[in-house]
Nanobody, 120 residues
Framework: QVQLAESGTGLVKPSQTLSLTCTVSGESITTNDYHWSWIRQPPRKGLERIGYIDYSGSTYYSPSLKGRTTIARDTSKNQFTLQLSSVTPEDTAVYYC????????????WGQGTLVTVSS
């Protein structure tokens, strides 16, 4: 069974870089049936797509966050990562990693989510 788990620092100061890791078990992140995605949900707001990395390592970033976002992977650990630079309090959110079925674009497996707070 595929499982995803987010980890990283829960409190980040403004202007610093947020860093999160998603550890995937039960499925290789190089399988060409899936992409691997980051999504966030700010308090009292809806879900927002951040970007994804596909099975070949190519990345896509949301235009609203492009320039501050880096998604990468470590295939030896079956992990993919998120870095968001120059954070502000508006980046406070629950951050999720998810598996995306390439054929349907369904986000069919999710991590439990991790709250990241940006505050001095």
């Amino acid at each position: 069974q595929v499982q995803l788990a987010e980890s990283g620092t829960g409190l980040v100061k403004p202007s610093q870089t947020l860093s999160l890791t998603c550890t995937v078990s039960g499925e290789s992140i190089t399988t060409n049936d899936y992409h691997w995605s980051w999504i966030r949900q700010p308090p009292r707001k809806g879900l927002e797509r951040i970007g994804y990395i596909d099975y070949s390592g190519s990345t896509y970033y949301s235009p609203s966050l492009k320039g501050r976002t880096t998604i990468a992977r470590d295939t030896s650990k079956n992990q993919f990562t998120l870095q968001l630079s120059s954070v502000t309090p508006e980046d406070t959110a629950v951050y999720y990693c998810a598996r995306v079925a390439a054929a349907s674009w369904d986000h069919d497996r999710w991590g439990q989510g991790t709250l990241v707070t940006v505050s001095s």
